[in-house]
């Protein structure tokens, strides 16, 4: 069974702008977030979830994976 979560990007906002940009140039999105994700869970590159403020989040409980990214 496969579930899927979905990552929204406002390229309003000129931060996240350059996580999509960076991010469409990955041949396999997926994969890419699942390498980062793995690497989060197992603590690796020292990951620290940047500070994200209330207008660049859509209040839909996404925005951890977001805080990833950045």
Known sequence: MMKIKSVAFNVEDP??????????????????????IQRDMEGGNNIVPSTVTKESTNDNGDDDLMELLV
């Not at 931060?15 to 980062?36: C, G, M, T, V, W």
């Open 15 to 36: 931060d996240q702008a350059k996580l999509f940009e960076h991010a469409a140039e990955r041949p396999n999105f997926s994969s890419y977030i699942k390498r980062l």
